[in-house]
């Protein structure tokens, strides 16, 4: 939402006319960024899609750039299944595999990649991208913590640097240099991170 | 060059008048989009900066996603200084280093991250950035070639992982996250790839 449009001025109440249309937005935005190249995209569309007036989005997200970091938004205050299998290792791999299915699954990946091709595109969206991963990060760092309860780690540690550490070497395939991600990249990225963790390259006391 | 356009029909000797031209219009292209926003860059203003007739760069590069594509190339070719201080930690180290410097120094950023950030708004840009980074990776392997001379790491070592591995965290949080990138993270990804190499992770071999 714009700056200048606090929540109290309109009904943001979970269930409220205002939540409803922002959830219609986002889909809109989602269908319309998965299914046309970015320079096609309009507010215009959108509004179509949404069964909203361009009017209201225009003063609620601004343009297209603000419909694209909410939805991103959006995705971010969705739960994430965090992995809980009881041993770091484990954990560490499922959270990187589900970072390459998610991305690579002919299925599954249209919709995000589009999300995070289309923020990279803005100032807008790559704040929303910042706010979305440090979110997702400090989710993650709970495999940190629980690990540091089962005593495989020791209490300093930076949890989110560890997630990071872990799912960084995909992303950068996925969204810079354009390289394949396998099965093995996935598991090597997640095996890296656990050693590094282990070595306490990710403590944060020095 | 777009495939239409094949070496012998110019004159491509080096010093020739065509690569004089292609280096005017890379100078140009990397001016313009080092001073602004991709949404105002023109292959008029290039022409005009380069003293290049228009219809020329749009004959041999399509367009302004061609010629951000072709000053990537062309900074691909350039020769690039691969450390070699006689470990393969120290290598690693300075890898890495000179990736944050470059893209967090005032004086050296601005050009190589819009650069990038360009190329990564199009297709025929994220292609240039694939073959970009390919071409680094590779180069960059010496370091790992280096270190199984002087017999660190055994001989089936996939050098470009092990360089990609300690540089992937720091593309990460410039061109994705939008994370801080600082001293700190630069020494945890080269030791993290050092730890990873010397476990085996990035053996070719299964």
Redesign the interface.
């Known amino acids: 939402m714009p700056a200048d449009q606090p929540p109290h001025t309109t009904a943001t109440r979970p269930g409220g006319r205002s939540a409803r249309v922002r959830a219609d937005v986002v889909a809109a935005t989602l269908a319309e960024v998965a299914e046309k190249p970015?320079e096609q995209l309009t507010v215009e569309t959108v509004a179509t899609r949404a069964g909203v007036h361009k009017a209201t989005l225009y003063r609620r997200w601004g343009g297209m750039d603000g419909l694209i970091a909410d939805a991103l938004a959006s995705s971010a205050d969705q739960a994430w299944p965090i992995p809980d299998t009881g041993t770091l290792d484990e954990d560490l791999r499922l959270l990187a595999r589900e970072v390459q299915e998610t991305f690579t699954d002919p299925e599954l990946r249209t919709t995000p990649t589009a999300l995070?091709?289309a923020a990279?595109?803005s100032d807008l969206g790559?704040?929303a991208?910042?706010t979305f991963?440090?979110a997702r990060h400090r989710q993650a760092a709970a495999v940190a913590d629980r690990a540091v309860e089962r005593g495989e780690l020791s209490a300093g540690i930076d949890g989110a640097?560890l997630v990071?550490?872990a799912t960084?070497?995909l992303?950068?395939?996925l969204?810079?240099?354009?390289?394949p991600l396998d099965d093995r990249a996935a598991e090597?990225a997640a095996?890296?991170?656990l050693?590094?963790a282990r070595?306490g390259?990710?403590d944060t006391a020095d």
């Open positions: 970015y995070i091709s990279l595109r790559a704040a991208l910042n991963f440090t640097e990071r550490a960084a070497p992303y950068h395939r969204f810079i240099t354009g390289e090597r095996a890296a991170a050693l590094a070595a390259l990710f």
